[in-house]
């Protein structure tokens, strides 16, 4: 459970470290599963439902950037998802009736691991209202070198960021907007089994990993299940109809029980439209809306 402090803290801040989060046979098996998983890459030959490659990725030396929905590859994710430990950090911050949005597993493999530029989640999926979060749970030890998660405190109190590019959404701030303060930032390190607890509309990134050793984090994005997805965002529900979105979400609860009826508050909201040519990650997102790099 969180303390007191650490709940005004998450409130004033929008992120919270936690160490030593995850004990140690939950954190042995999800490394277990993520080795296997990239060593299933070996022949992938482009990104697919299941993989995004990096740069230089090929069957002697995989290199990914991302490994999709992992919660649903092997039930050592499922289980930390769903586990008492985890429910007891999130329940203070988002209630009773928690829902995922997604999950991933960002690699960061060594020697120039790709960079996520700097970005609010909520420019992602704006919902009803903005008690979302997302866990990263550090499968390994994380320090400056290898590309940390960033993040700028007090920003999801703040104006959200344009996240377009000569019209088209491109997934990333302009380092050259005026309102972004780079030099606020905030480090994110710590050892393997420890985790961090960001607000969606925290703004964050991370520089690429220059350093020889992997960066995998384990992200889980949830929210409060009376915070309903607006119309036009991209994610989990595009595409269905109202029986086929009910169904989803309900499938998508981790506590408690999906309500009918979603809670309004005010919150800024921006669509993420019109979309970039490509958006199966938000590396391709950022890629091909023209995304102009703050890491170069």
Not at 117 to 143: C, S
Not at 177 to 185: M, Q, S
Not at 225 to 232: E, N, R, S, V
């Amino acid at each position: 459970m969180l303390t007191q402090d650490q709940i005004a803290a998450y409130r004033e801040h929008g992120y919270l470290k936690i160490d030593g989060a995850i004990p140690p046979e939950s954190l042995d098996a999800m490394r277990r599963a993520t080795d296997a998983l990239i060593e299933g890459s070996r022949h992938v030959r482009e990104s697919d439902d299941l993989y995004d490659l990096d740069a230089g990725h090929g069957p002697d030396a995989p290199r990914l950037t991302r490994i999709k929905l992992p919660h649903l590859r092997d039930p050592a994710f499922s289980d930390v998802l769903r586990g008492e430990r985890l429910a007891g950090f999130l329940t203070p911050l988002l209630g009773p009736d928690i829902r995922l949005h997604t999950s991933k597993l960002n690699t960061k493999a060594p020697g120039g691991g790709a960079a996520v530029e700097w970005h609010q989640d909520w420019a992602f999926y704006p919902h009803t209202n903005d008690d979302i979060l997302a866990v990263g749970i550090m499968l390994e030890d994380v320090d400056a070198a290898n590309g940390p998660l960033m993040v700028v405190p007090g920003t999801h109190r703040a104006p959200i960021l344009s996240h377009h590019r000569d019209g088209v959404f491109c997934g990333a701030i302009d380092p050259a907007d005026p309102l972004f303060e780079p030099d606020r930032a905030v480090t994110i390190t710590g050892r393997a089994g420890d985790m961090s607890l960001h607000h969606a509309r925290v703004l964050h990134g991370s520089a690429p990993n220059r350093s020889d050793r992997a960066r995998k984090i384990l992200f889980f994005e949830l929210m409060a299940a009376d915070a309903w997805p607006l119309m036009g965002v991209a994610g989990p529900y595009q595409g269905l109809d109202a029986p086929a979105m009910w169904a989803a979400m309900a499938h998508n609860m981790v506590r408690g029980t999906q309500p009918t009826a979603p809670r309004l508050t005010d919150v800024p909201v921006s669509m993420p439209l019109p979309p970039p040519p490509e958006a199966g990650s938000i590396f391709a997102v950022q890629r091909s809306g023209g995304a102009v790099s703050a890491f170069s």
